[in-house]
């Protein structure tokens, strides 16, 4: 059924970028918004990025505003999460998600921020 799918993660040194995609299926992508999550180590889940199902509406965390932008491109079935000016605390697993009647999440990306 719903499948989603992360890819893009890596070690990064404060200060760089790194994109991160979600391939989705399984599911109407186009009429579902769709989220990006992040957990550290000890942490609990953080939800850090939404957008809208036609992409015109986006929503951030307060602690990546400025920072990060999340995208789709619906014909591809793809959501994306630039992040840029990467510092150690956004070290996290990313995980993609869609809420449809429950939540379904990716495998999840490393991201590692660090000298």
């Known amino acids: 059924q719903v499948q989603l799918v992360e890819s893009g993660g890596g070690l990064v040194q404060p200060g760089g970028s790194l994109r991160l995609s979600c391939a989705a299926s399984?599911?109407?992508?186009?009429?579902?918004?769709m989220r990006w999550y992040r957990q550290a180590p000890g942490e609990e889940r953080e939800l850090v990025a939404v957008i809208s199902s036609y992409g015109g509406g986006t929503n951030y965390a307060d602690s990546v505003k400025g920072q990060f932008t999340i995208s789709r491109d619906n014909a591809k079935k793809t959501v994306n999460l630039q992040m840029n000016s990467l510092k150690p605390e956004d070290t996290a697993v990313y995980y993609c998600?869609?809420?449809?009647?429950?939540?379904?999440w990716g495998q999840g990306t490393q991201v590692t921020v660090s000298s």
């Open positions: 399984g599911f109407t992508f186009s009429i579902y918004a």
């Open positions: 998600n869609v809420y449809r009647n429950s939540d379904y």
